[in-house]
Each structure stands twice: as C-alpha cells, then as structure tokens.
C-alpha cells in the first residue's frame, strides 16, 4: 500500500505547483480585469502589437 | 458627418477594420466637446495630478472613457498609436471603461491626447473628481487568495479521506491513516490560520463591541471542528473532519465572493467634484486664461460660455445669463439673469458667453456646502443589525444551551464522553448553511436586478429596500423626464407649410430649445434653408425662409414693442407675432400606474425644488394621502428625510436625480439615483436606476421583498439540518462520516434553493 503514499505526495507536489501559479496570477493582476482580454483575443493583430513593443515605450516597472 | 470624419481619420491610417468589427459601433464625436479646449490639462499642477507616472520623457495616464462600449472600442483604442506615433502601448479596462495609456512627453502634449480621443468619439471624462483617484481596493484580491488556498486544501484533504469515506477499517492500515491523517492537518492549517482569518477578526470584534454577529458562532463552529479533529487524529480514533472543516470555509468564502458583485463601471460614491469642470477661464487683464477651479479665489472675474457650468456662486457681470438650474434646484425652467444679480455654482449657462465675479470659493458654494453637512460625514457602514445575525443570534444562545445541557448530561452518564459530546454539539451547528443563504440569495438578487437596470452598491442593498415604508420622489428629472419636453404650441394657427418654415430656421440653431421645436414640427425639404441666418445668444434666432422673415425667441427679441407677457419662445412671421411655444416637462410613461401600485403600500412623499405648478398634476396621481412639498432646498429635503426617519417606524427611500437630491440620497436608507445615462454623472447613492427602468419600480421592489422572503425561508431548511445534526451528536454518535455527508448535503441543498427560488421569483415579477 505505500505505492499510494508516494503517488499522494507525487499529486500534493503538483497540487502545491498550481496552487504557487494562482497565487502569483492573482497577485500579478491577472484576474483584475477577465473581460477585456476575452474581448483582445477575438480582435488583436499580433504583428501590430510587435511593432508597438518595438518603439520601446512600455513603462519598465 | 462626423461619423465621415471619423471614418475618414480611420480609413487613412488603416483602421477602417473597426467597421467590420462591429456592424454599428457608432461612435460620434459629440458635438459640445468638439469646440472645447483642452488647453488647461497641460498646465502644470493638473498635469501632475492627472498623471499616473511622468520621468519627463515617458508618461503614463488612466482615463475614464464612458463611451465605450463593445469590442471594436477595444480594438481602436489600443491601436490609438498607429493615428499618432507618440503614443504608446495603450490598454483598455473594459469592466471600469477605462483607458490606460503611455506617450512620449516630448512629442505629444496631454491636451493633444485628449483631443485625439475626443476627435474619434472617445471623450475623457476629465473632471474635479479625477484629480483624488480613488484607492484600489485590495480585499478582493485577498479573497481570491483565500479562496484559493482554501479550494486547494478542500480537494487535497478529500482526497485523502477517501479511505474513510470507502469505509475501510483504519486498523488496518494503521501506518498509512496516521501519515494522511497528519498530512491532512498539515494542509488545513493554512485554511485556518489565513482563509478563515476573516472570521477570527471578526468574531474578536464581536467579544470587544459585545455584539454578536454571525461570524461568532461560526468561529465557534470552525475551532470546534479543527480542534477535535487534530485530537482525535493525534489520538488514532479517527480521520477527523478536516475535510467537512476545509471545505465548509471553501463554501463560505465562495459565498462571501459571490455577493461581492460590483458594477465597475458606475461610481456609488460620486460627490459634487465628479460634475464640476476641472477648469474654468479666467480673465487676467484683457487677456483669459484656463485656470484650476480650486484656485478660484473671491474676486476673480471668470467667463462661462454657452453651455458650461458655473464654478463657483457669483454676480453676473455682463452678458445675457439664462441659466439651467434644473440639476441643481429642480426648477425644469431656465432663469434668465441681469447683470448685479447673483448665480449659483452648478448652474448651466445656455445662450453667449458670460462674465462672472465669484462671490464665494468653490468648496463653500450654496450647492457644495451641502457636503459639509453632518450627514456626509458619517461613513456608510454596513448594518450589523441583518437578518442573517438577528437569526444568528437566536441560534447561538440555542446551540450554546444545548451544547452545555449535553455535556452535562454525558458527564452524569459517562465522564469520558462529555466532552465530545459537547464539541460535537458545537461543530455539527456550526452556522454555514445559515451564513450561506443570505449571501447567495442577495447576491442573486443584485444580478438579476442588474438585468433589469437597478444597479445595487452592494448586495445588502437588497434588503434594506425590503424594509422601506416611504417613497420620497423627486420631481424634475425623476417624475419627469430630465431631456424630453412637451412642446405646445398657443396663438394663431400657423399652417403646414408655416410649421416647415419654422422648423428649418429651429434646425440652424444647437440651443436645446430650437431643437425641442423643431422635433416637434413637421420635417422641410433639404432644399429649404434659411438665408440671412443670425443667432442672438440667449435671445433667439431669425432668418429668411422661401422669402419670408422668420423670427424665433423671447418676446424682447421677437417684438420690442408688443406686450408679450409669457416667457416661452415666440414666433414672428414677416413682423407679425403669431403664437407662443411653451415647453412642458414630460411624465414618464405608465407613472399613473406606478403610483397606483406604491400607493397601496408605500407613504408617498414628493420633494421638488421646482415651483408648485405642477402640484394639481402630480395630486391627481399620488393620492390625497401623499404629502407634496414644493421650492425645498437640497438642505430642506435632508432635513425632511431625517424628520421623517425620526417620526416614522420603517425606512425612506429617497429617489432622485439632481444633485440637490444628494443629501437626501445620503440620509435615507436606501437613496435610489435615477439616471438617462448610466455613464453620466450620478451623485452619490446606494443603486442607480436607469431610467428605461422607472416604470419597474413597483416589481424591483416587490422582487427585493421576495428576496428576503427567500433568505428566512432558506433559514428554515438550514435550520431543519442543524435539528438533524444536533439530534445525531448529542447522542454522542456523530462520526466523521456523517459530518462529511451532512455537510455538503446542507451547503449544497441551501445554495440551490437560494438561486433557484431567486429565479423563480423575478419570473413570478415579471422581471428578467
């Protein structure tokens, strides 16, 4: 039976690695705004977006 | 024709996809703020105030942009920087209707931005008000968290349960139980320590203020459940109920989450510095210039042109001053000045350009000293007297009674057992169900309340609109509507082709009473425009038309000699004086009704600033009961407000427009602001109705008491499961299995039944 205790710690290792993902996605912004990206996704152009990180005025924070 | 504009501007830089994207995006540059100048935005103290970061090159700025609207909104904006290479990456917040956008400083003023966006429809909302951002609120980002951390150890501590939920016997695998079990209270430590910190915060409020709300017995319920389940894990009896424990406060906290809808996009908290302009023009020698209005200082001579807002209280100087009140006073009419008189701050100048002296500072203006008022001070706390703990109340003496009285019947009985007995008692009624009804049901509420244009500040809202007793209506604005008027027309009978003559000289005009009449007339030919066309700020307007000489507005200005004693706009034609146009305030539609069914139930109570010449009107609908009162001040009708809450058993609800209305809305228990446009200026309040929506009042209100009806009867049936559980563990039977069953089966039941029921009811209300 300790084939089970392995596979339990095995699946709480990737538990704890989702878990560590949504709280840096959270205290990123992320889910801030769920609306507008939705909406991006459906219209957005990716060569235009490129050009625009080309100029370089995106703030460095 | 500005649409072509727009389209043109579009076109050129390769935008035009923006039509496909949305098959009428209608954007329009309106028409008022394509003649206004921005200039003021660059001066320094504003500039710095508006913008969120500067390094004198790089540049950051939020603005607030009502007129989006739909994805093809998105799309533009963020592609602002292929019409001006200056601007940079640009993002939009769809849910708050912002934009946020970097530019190069160097390249591009802040006024250029803002003209850019106004030049394609999108005009900021620049005002008094955007100079104090508000603060981001952190604590639903904390919830989430919470939320998270709690989901996370619910599933994983199920998981490990499974052994018992299977029914196998512990004994056997001794080893491997101990190792889950330890593990277990490992992961709820996490879910106790920060998820259900809220509760712990709030239940030592609750020791130190001597109140009992329902997060005590809640706590109650959580430190029960976590204790006994550490011992008897510890103790090898057996798995505990930590996962009864975790994924009651995953349930809770989902709750708590699920009654935190907000609509982004509309301010409750909105003072008299969201209407004000940031600016206002003042003269310095022959010369003016755009100055901050919070530096107005008594003396100043300032300029108001046609259609902008008076800062500050002040004498007219010069000029023809005809001036809207009705946001302000909710007089409907516009009063018409001579130089030496005084106007008051929040006025709109409609007419030519005016120069004004102030007479008193912005803050300390007849209108904005209604801020200063006590009721304004006071923060808006939430109620600690809601159904949800007046209910907990009752129940947590109940349980503590019958938690002791258990205990000690097992100490007579069995000594070992007592204690148990009691924890048991005590985890088993732990609340959750009950806590759970009120916020999913309310939070329902709010959202189908939404659907149907009332937006709710939050969703306790709901029940405070259950308990009200009194309507108190506003009239200008919310009785009638704030835009539409009743044209008719006295005099001499003008013909058809007359009223054409008419209406194409009323459609050369912008000022809202030549469009009223115009609207209100037959349409001319394209071909039949009026030669000779001349304008007199606040005056009136005259022209030639297929050979005749048409004339429209005051009597002065229609026939200095004639004794024309009525107010409203005249026609002449061809020198003769033929009739008057009187405009008239509209009802909106079905108010009859409406009033017929508040009135059956409700105190019905108008408080209009306007004169009382409507009174025979609004008496016929309202009933012999009802008290009207008419000329009140905005300090008259707070005043009212508080009487009647001081005489009265039962709430107010106030619903009004006008910022005269604000310290009404403020004081009464739930202030309703009735609003054209939900994205203009609102003042504060605790929902905005939109007004498509006012002929739905009787429902909405009808639907918020079911509500609540739906919150005690949830009760009930948490109440009936407690019973269960309560009848299970004071027999000191209650095993971790019939915990982890009883509690989803009660979570779940409740949470069905609260959005189910809610559902039901806005069918049954005819709502959507």
Known sequence: MS?????????????????????????????EDVETPAMRMLTDDDSDRRKADEKGLQPHE | ???????????????????????????????????RAYEHLDADPIRRQLLDFTNGRLARVTFSIPAIHCAACVWLLENLYRLNPAIGEARVHFP???????????????????????????????????LTAPPPDPAARQLLLRLGVAGFAFGNIMLMSFPAYLGLNPADERGMHHFFGLLSILLAMPVLLYSASSYWTAAALCFRRRHLVIEFPIALGIIALFTQSVVEILAGISEGYLDSFSGLIFLLLCGQWFQRKTFASLSFERDYKAYFPLATLRREGSATRSVPITSLAVGDRILVRHQELIPADALLVSGDACIDYSFVTGEAEPVVCRPGEHVFAGGRQTGGAVELETVKPVSQSYLTSLWNNAAFAKPRTPQIQNLTNRAGRLFTYAVIAIAISTGAV????????SLRAFTSVLLVACPCALAL??????????????????????????????RVSTLIFDKTGTLTHATRQNVTYTGDALTDTEQTWVAALARQSTHPASRRIADCLPPPSPNL????????????????????????????????????????????????????FAMQPTYRADLAGLLHRLAARYNLVVLSGDHPQAEPALRQWFGPRADLRFEQSPADKLAYVRQWQEAQPGGVMMIGDGLNDAGALRQSQVGIAVTEDISLFSPACDAILDAASFHQ???????????VGIVKAGFVISLLYNTIGIGIASTGRLSPLVAAVLMPISSFSVIGFSLLATRWAAWRHGLS
Request: proline share 6%; with cysteine.
């Open chain 2, 437 to 466: 009804t009120a916020p999913f049901t309310l939070g329902s509420a709010q959202r189908i309340l939404g659907r149907n244009r009332l937006y709710l500040r939050n969703a306790t809202v709901v029940e405070d609109m259950s």
């Open chain 1, 3 to 31: 084939v089970i205790v392995i596979l339990m710690l095995a699946s709480l290792v990737v538990a704890i690695a989702f878990l560590t993902l949504f709280i840096w996605a959270v205290r990123r912004g992320q889910y």
């Open chain 2, 529 to 580: 425009a009026p030669t000779a066309f001349s304008e007199v700020p606040g005056q009136g307007i005259r022209g030639v038309v297929a050979g005749h000489a048409l004339c429209l507005g005051s009597p002065a200005f229609v026939a200095s000699d004639a004794a024309l004693t009525e107010a409203g706009p005249y026609v002449s034609l061809d020198g003769t004086v033929r009739g008057r």
């Open chain 2, 410 to 417: 097992w100490l007579v009985r069995s000594p070992p057992q």
């Open chain 2, 96 to 130: 708050r209707k912002t934009l946020s956008l970097s530019f190069n400083e160097t390249e591009i003023t802040l006024s250029a931005v803002v003209r850019l966006l106004v030049s394609i429809g999108y005009e900021p909302a620049i005002n008094l008000g955007s």
């Open chain 2, 697 to 707: 009042l009787a429902d909405l209100l009808a639907f918020a008491r079911s509500s």
């Open chain 2, 1 to 35: 024709m500005g649409c072509r504009m727009v389209y043109q501007l579009l076109k050129d830089r390769g935008l035009d996809r923006f039509y496909e994207l949305e098959p009428s995006p209608g954007i329009r540059p309106s028409e008022s703020s394509a003649t």
